[in-house]
């Protein structure tokens, strides 16, 4: 062999069937981080989904806890409406509440209903602008795919929406401090609570919130990073300070 043909033999390059196996290999690998990426996507959309799902419950709980503590304040009875406080075709509650909070404020616009004196807002709820946050309902709102938790205000400002994405709501009544379970079979709502559910919600003196933050799925299923739907329990306990609770 001359040199001529030794150094065509260094300078040749790669055979068809190595090109072949090369990008083989480089689609295998392609193909794979393709996955890991799609999974790792699918996976960071349902941790933000959960964040704030959660997030938009906990506050609504707060708000919600809040204004039923106070329900009865300046009242002869604990402030619940029974009639308006029940459970509806889909098992999930509606509270309404009432409350005169107004009642050491002077300062407000008064009202004479009949021309009497004397009969501004902090003596009554409704129907001055001055009441607001004194006849409240909190219900569900199906909406889209998902449901919503309203607030509604009868004198200050109509509904609002606290939190969606949420799979029910629960509210339990008691006379006394209770100790319950969350190990529901579907995670959903309290269960084995220590004392008897009040039915008369007028005789309640403390009330337990049960909110059920429902995920969908991410991704389809079999896919690369699916993520199925899933539920948490969100429980909030409240004592009706104005209804003398002496057990807490």
Not at 93 to 107: P, V
Not at 203 to 217: G, N, P, T
Request: charged content about 20%; glycine content about 8%.
């Amino acid at each position: 062999m001359n040199k001529q043909d030794s150094s065509r033999k260094r300078q040749a390059g790669f055979s068809l069937i190595e090109l072949i196996i090369a990008m083989a290999i480089t689609i295998l690998i392609t193909a794979v981080a393709g996955r890991l990426l799609a999974q790792s996507l699918n996976i960071r959309t349902r941790a933000n989904e959960k964040v704030d799902a959660l997030a938009d419950a906990q506050r609504a709980l707060n708000i919600m806890s809040r204004e039923i503590a106070e329900a009865g304040f300046n009242l002869f009875d604990n402030g619940i409406v029974a009639a308006d406080s029940v459970t509806e075709a889909n098992g999930n509650s509606t509270i309404r509440i009432r409350s005169n909070l107004n009642r050491f404020n002077t300062t407000g616009n008064p009202w004479y209903p009949g021309g009497g004196v004397g009969s501004g807002p902090q003596n009554g709820i409704g129907p001055s602008s001055d009441d607001a946050g004194e006849d409240v309902k909190y219900f569900i709102y199906p909406a889209a795919n998902t449901n919503l938790l309203a607030r509604y205000d009868a004198y200050g400002g109509g509904s609002t929406v606290l939190a969606n994405r949420l799979d029910g709501l629960h509210i339990h009544y008691f006379a006394q401090k209770v100790t319950y379970s969350t190990n529901s079979v579907d995670e959903c709502d309290i269960s084995s609570p220590s004392a008897a559910e009040l039915t008369d919600r007028s005789l309640a003196k403390y009330v337990v919130i049960a909110v059920c933050v429902a995920q969908s799925e991410v991704g389809a299923k079999g896919s690369p990073g699916y993520q199925p739907k899933t539920k948490v329990l969100l429980v909030s306990d409240v004592a009706l300070r104005n209804s003398n609770l002496s057990i807490y």
